[in-house]
């Protein structure tokens, strides 16, 4: 069975990686732990700042690339609001 790797950009790469019976199944891990890390960030991602995984097979070539991106949008003029910048954030209580 084949071995891949799951490296976080930015971190230290995975140098053990997972034996995995399929690319398929190296996209499901990827995915849930791409999840759980972002329900363990609890709050503490900020507007641009993103999370970043390669998922690598054996020969070292990438077969897939997760990210999940922040950033902050601006009302522009004839999208409500008073034309001021202001944060698409979700309010406290929603």
Do not use: K
Not at 20 to 49: F, K, N, Y
Not at 66 to 76: E, H, K, N, V
Request: glycine residues 12%; contains cysteine.
């Amino acid at each position: 069975m084949p071995r891949y790797f799951f490296h976080m950009v930015g971190e230290s790469p995975d140098l053990d990686g997972a034996i995995l019976d399929s690319d398929h199944a190296a996209w499901a891990q990827a995915v849930t732990a791409c999840g759980e890390l972002i329900r363990s960030i609890d709050g503490d991602m900020r507007p641009g700042e993103d999370l970043h995984m390669n998922v690598e097979d054996e020969m070292g070539d990438t077969i897939f690339s997760l990210r999940f991106s922040t950033g902050r949008r601006t009302l522009r003029d004839g999208e409500g609001g008073t034309g001021q910048a202001r944060a698409a954030l979700p309010s406290e209580g929603s």
